[in-house]
């Protein structure tokens, strides 16, 4: 066994994140984690890694007891390798000086700046061919995926990795990112290593790992052959308040066509070409490959400019707000609670001019808590919570304000299957009041729940998809229509 927990506890004040873990993982083994936002995972995997010291309980790592003492520097030197669902590279550094930090020790003094660079090259090339990212780029410049890419690539670097961890590996990359990246993980398993993947996308978890622990409030309480189970059947261990219903639920039906002057009308391409339009009460997704434009044309939106807006015609709603889905550099304010940083729609900046009316305050976070499940409760600090509990109190500030137009750039990564479910409901809910929605996210299956979505390519609209027809197949054949004069493409 690579590793063995028995009966591991840990508590953060008073919040028992792990009630006694009961875990093994075998040499060349693929164990899927999954679990609820705030079930524990991440707080395992960091314990695991060496990040995180244990309160009790028993932790074997390699045959050894590592209960005590184990620190990031003894899992590193035992070949255990964590790539993070919190991106953690330095973003004003460029990916070589990324991958040289992680392996210092590693490599020759000298040279060491040229060697950190084609070590890193030649592991991206390996595991996500034509990934086109230079690694002289700073990795703050960097599109989300492609940093998530330098993330997985950096955790591989080292000769002897015994463990891979992955933390949510696929959130932001494209499909044929993501088939890559499990291509490999197999052709590390194959060689030896184990992989330790947590994620709340089943399909992948069930596909490619050889066994699933369910983890519920901080316990490992079901462990399962993946082959045995399907997804019906993972979410039900899932347990709470899971019930068959909590599987991803069908779109609910569209509203009858919708009708009245557009709320956005907005110019779109290099010679402005195309145009976006959105109606009151319509869902409007932004759809195709990853970073095609979509997330530039959220930030336009955002912050139109007088010239975009002095075109004829081109109209923006002052009333708008921004779900970002890179909490880390826009978004969260750290020091806050949850309840303040929900009730920060009347800061101008983060939701301009949708305001959550005062009176009205302390109740419409107390609802959006409640509804969304944010774990951890209205009082907390949000630093505090779970990854996915810190996205849900994002996408709770932008429906708690009164804002007319909801802006979301892909949000809902890290959110739990059943929130997500809750969430795309009240989509819907406030579709029917009469609020737009324009969305963009990197899981081209959620766009079947928008009443219509634009397929982008290199910065245009090349085609505009209605129910039924917003499909993930449809949404592919439709950029790749877009490329048949052999462009190259980097997905
Ligand atoms: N540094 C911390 N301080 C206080 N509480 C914490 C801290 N880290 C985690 N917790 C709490 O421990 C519990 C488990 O969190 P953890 O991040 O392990 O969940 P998770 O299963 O990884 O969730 P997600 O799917 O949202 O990433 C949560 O209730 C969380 O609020």
Redesign the pocket.
């Known amino acids: 066994m690579l590793i063995e927990a028995r009966g591991v506890t840990k508590s953060?004040?008073r919040?028992r994140?792990l009630a006694g873990v009961d875990l093994t993982l075998a040499r060349g083994e693929i164990l899927g984690l999954v679990?609820?936002?705030?079930?524990?995972?991440?707080?395992?995997v960091r314990a695991i890694a060496g990040l995180e010291g244990i309160d009790g309980g028993a932790l074997r790592v390699a045959g050894t007891d590592r209960s005590r003492g184990y620190t990031l520097a003894a899992a590193e030197a035992l070949g255990v390798r964590l790539a993070y669902?919190e991106l953690s590279l330095a973003p004003d550094l460029t990916v070589a000086e990324n991958a040289y930090l992680s392996y210092r020790g590693a490599l020759p003094r000298l040279t060491w700046q040229r060697t950190a660079g084609r070590r890193i090259a030649r592991a991206l090339d390996e595991i996500f061919p034509g990934h086109g990212i230079s690694v002289h780029a700073r990795v703050g410049e960097l599109p989300m995926p492609k940093r998530q890419m330098v993330e997985i690539a950096r955790a591989t670097l080292a000769d002897d990795v015994s463990l891979l961890i992955l933390d949510?590996p696929t959130e932001s990359l494209g499909p044929d990112a993501a088939a890559s990246m499990y291509a490999h993980v197999h052709r590390m398993t194959a060689a030896g290593a184990s992989v330790l993947l947590?994620s709340?996308r089943m399909g992948e978890v069930l596909a490619h790992c050889d066994r699933v622990a369910v983890?519920q409030d901080?316990r490992v309480t079901a462990v399962r052959p993946a082959r045995e189970v399907d997804e019906h059947t993972v979410l039900r261990l899932m347990g709470g308040e899971v019930h068959a219903a909590a599987e991803q639920r069908a779109p609910a039906p569209a509203a009858a066509a919708r009708a009245g002057e557009p709320v956005v009308r907005f110019p779109v391409g290099r010679r402005g070409a195309g145009t976006l339009e959105v109606l009151p009460g319509e869902i409007v997704g932004l759809a195709g490959l990853a970073g095609q434009g979509q997330q530039e044309l959220l930030e336009r939106l955002w912050r139109p400019g007088l010239r975009a807006l002095s075109r004829a015609g081109a109209s923006v709603p002052r009333s708008k707000a921004f779900v970002p889905g890179d909490r880390q550099t826009s978004g969260i304010l750290p020091l806050w609670t949850v309840a303040q940083n929900i009730a920060v729609g009347t800061m101008r900046r983060l939701a301009r001019a949708g305001v959550i009316p005062r009176a009205g305050e302390q109740d419409a976070v107390a609802t959006w808590v409640e509804r969304l499940a944010v774990?951890?409760g209205a009082a907390?600090p949000i630093?505090?919570?779970?990854?996915?509990?810190q996205q849900k109190v994002l996408v709770a500030r932008a429906f708690a304000s009164d804002a007319r137009l909801i802006l979301l750039d892909d949000p809902f990564r890290?959110v739990?299957v059943q929130t997500k479910n809750e969430i795309y409901a009240r989509m819907r809910a406030e579709a029917e009041r009469g609020r737009s929605i324009v969305w963009y996210s990197t899981e081209n299956s959620e766009m079947a729940h928008c009443d219509r979505a634009y397929v982008f390519r290199a910065g245009e609209i090349v085609a505009e998809l209605r129910r039924p027809d917003i499909t993930e197949e449809r949404i592919v054949a439709e950029s790749f229509a877009a490329i048949e004069d052999g462009e190259e493409v980097h997905v």
């Open positions: 953060y004040g919040t994140a679990g609820h936002n705030g079930a524990g995972k991440s707080t395992l669902q949510e947590i709340h983890l901080g774990k951890g907390a630093l505090s919570l779970s990854g996915g509990n890290g739990d």
